[in-house]
């Protein structure tokens, strides 16, 4: 009586079929292990239902398997191949964004890999998606040898949209010094740099080009109005980002004159420096270094002197004694050795 009982309860839910092995393929791929009764309950059906619905899994190369006792039930285990992954729309977006990143040369020898990759998500995903994927992955600048900051998806995922459509965006926005504002713009492109995330875009406020944050910008807002087409001062958005950061002045500032062209210490220091480099004479340029913490700057004028050029440096005490510091534990390990 009871197998005929959950055979007609089961009998409406078989046109649902499709969706519902979606949704429990998506359960088991989001947790360890899932009881049958949780599974029935999230799923609205029996927990017969679940049972059948697990072997249809496992006609699919599915690997679920079952395990007895207080703690048991299905789990997700490794198989012999990779079978389609169920995905929610957020989680869509952050692989999107790093398969963006990877194919841009984040990591060496992945970036075909990470292009087909991200085509193909493109290509198999729901309608509402594609249009926030292709934005992400054409809005997405990185400069070589940085990883990506963590940063909201969602937040990623509307700037790059108006980025796309050419429309204005409104946020509030943090500065370093904690100081908000509201602001209105026009997005440009979205770069990485020094494991940080950043916006670059027309500021209509203050009628100049600006950069943003993205991990301070809070509670981006489309307004569906129209933005101009504009072109960046610079070649291109990781440029304007560098110039940007090296005219701005932070906490820690230190200035060098060395005894080497800005060609020959570019060509020295792998990546880009937190500040400027000018040349002031044949064989001689004058290097500005700035952050917000007296560690990075002292890191940087210790990868200058380790050119090995005469060097003058004018830093403060925060800086000079960390590299008093740094000197004599250098002259004890060779001492040592």
Known sequence: MSDRLGSVMDEPRRRDLPERMLRLLGLLQSRRTWSAAELAQRLHVTERTVRRDIERLRTLDYAVTGTTGTSGGYRLAAGSSIPPLSLEDEEVVAVAVGLAMASRGGISGLEDASLTALVKLEQI??????????????????????????????????????????????????????????????????????????LVAYDHDREDWRIFRIDRINAP?????????????????????????????????????????????????????????????????????TAESPEMVTQYIALIAALGAEFILDAPPDITDRLHQLGTRLVRTRSHD
Do not use: K
């Not at 934005?135 to 980025?163: F, I, K, W, Y």
């Not at 926005?173 to 950043?198: C, F, K, N, Q």
């Not at 291109?236 to 940007?244: H, I, L, P, Q, T």
């Open 125 to 198: 995903f729901p309608a509402r998606l594609r249009p926030q994927l292709a934005a992400l992955s054409r809005a997405t600048s990185a400069a070589p040898g940085n990883d990506a900051a963590q940063v909201d998806p969602a937040t990623l995922s509307v700037l790059a949209a108006c980025r796309r459509d050419h429309e204005i965006v409104r946020f509030d926005y943090r500065d370093r010094t904690g100081r908000r504002s509201a602001r209105r713009v026009e997005p440009h492109s979205l770069v990485t740099l020094h494991g940080l995330w950043y």
């Open 221 to 289: 807002l489309r307004t569906h109005r129209p933005a101009e087409r504009r072109d960046l001062p610079t070649t291109d958005a990781v440029s304007f980002v560098m110039r940007s950061l090296a005219a701005a002045s932070y906490r820690y500032t230190a200035q060098l004159t060395v005894d080497l062209s800005a060609a020959d210490v570019r060509a020295g220091i792998f990546g880009p420096i937190p500040g400027a480099i000018d040349d002031i004479g044949p064989g001689r340029c004058r290097i500005r270094l």
